[in-house]
């Protein structure tokens, strides 16, 4: 699934793009998206301008100055920025249509994706209560401690958690936990304020490390220029079951929490 650091590539990607962008057409072939696209959008779109793309845990905004479209890629979206006169695919749901020829086309193999639209997307349901953006302001070492107080719930658990901190996903979590030496699978409230200060950091560097390579991919993922995220030739610990640890040379393995595998090193993570 894109993670935070896949979509703020896409992001990135897309900004000198469609920033000032006038919409000609929204196309749509497939509603049938993770939320039905409203068939309403086909007539608020046209004549609509990019003013900004801003991105909010997982969520892509496109600013359209009076609203936005929120954008999610679901377990395997991925955005382009083509010439609209290139045909579509069969798991391209729909386009965005510009006046100057170009689109930007959504590629959606499984549907769990979204198109959706908001007046005020920062108090959407989908976003209004999500946690703070760990790159910005707000996300600490001491916020984390706070939150995780009395709590039970494992601490990889705790940091997917998009109402305690937006965006991490399993990947970046698994990889965070390994650099501040942190088990997986160990209770959030019994965890100390030093550890968790040193988790922060780890968090931080890590998804800034992916963000510079272009994002991990794992299997679908590419950005919004068709090119794969480089971020998986990185990975300490995550698919790396039965490896030998880089840091003790030791055994990484692997534990099923919930519906999603947790990889770490017995030796180096308590």
């Not at 991105?55 to 479209?69: P, T, V």
């Not at 955005?79 to 695919?89: K, Q």
């Not at 560097?205 to 990185?234: C, E």
Request: charged share 25%; glycine share 10%; aromatic share 8%.
């Amino acid at each position: 699934m894109p993670e935070l650091p896949e979509v703020e590539t896409t992001r990135r990607g897309l900004a000198p793009l469609l920033c000032g962008a006038r919409i000609a057409a929204l196309i749509v072939r497939d509603p049938r998206l993770r939320w039905p696209i409203a068939p309403a959008l086909k007539r608020l779109l046209p004549g609509q301008t990019i003013t900004k793309i801003e991105r909010r845990g997982k969520y892509l905004l496109l600013d359209l100055g009076a609203g936005s479209l929120i954008i999610h890629l679901g377990m395997s979206g991925s955005l382009r920025v083509i010439a609209a006169e290139n045909p579509p695919g069969a798991w391209d749901p729909f386009d965005i249509a510009f006046t100057d020829g170009q689109c930007l086309r959504m590629r959606d193999p499984r549907r769990f994706g979204a198109l959706l639209y908001s007046e005020d997307p920062h108090h959407h349901p989908l976003i209004k209560n999500l946690g703070p953006e760990p790159l910005e302001t707000g996300f600490s070492g001491p916020y984390l401690y706070d939150r995780a107080r009395y709590r039970k719930v494992a601490i990889r658990d705790f940091l997917l958690n998009g109402h305690i901190v937006a965006g991490i996903g399993n990947i970046y979590a698994n990889e965070a936990l390994f650099e501040a030496g942190i088990h997986p699978s160990r209770a959030a409230g019994r965890i100390s304020l030093v550890r968790y200060e040193s988790l922060a950091t780890a968090i931080v560097d890590v998804l800034n490390r992916a963000i510079a390579a272009g994002g991990t991919t794992l299997k679908d993922f590419a950005g919004s220029d068709g090119r794969p995220g480089y971020f998986k030739q990185q990975l300490r610990v995550y698919g790396r079951e039965g490896e030998p640890c880089f840091r003790c040379h030791g055994t990484i393995a692997r534990l099923t929490m919930g519906a999603r595998s947790g990889y770490y090193c017995p030796e180096c993570q308590h």
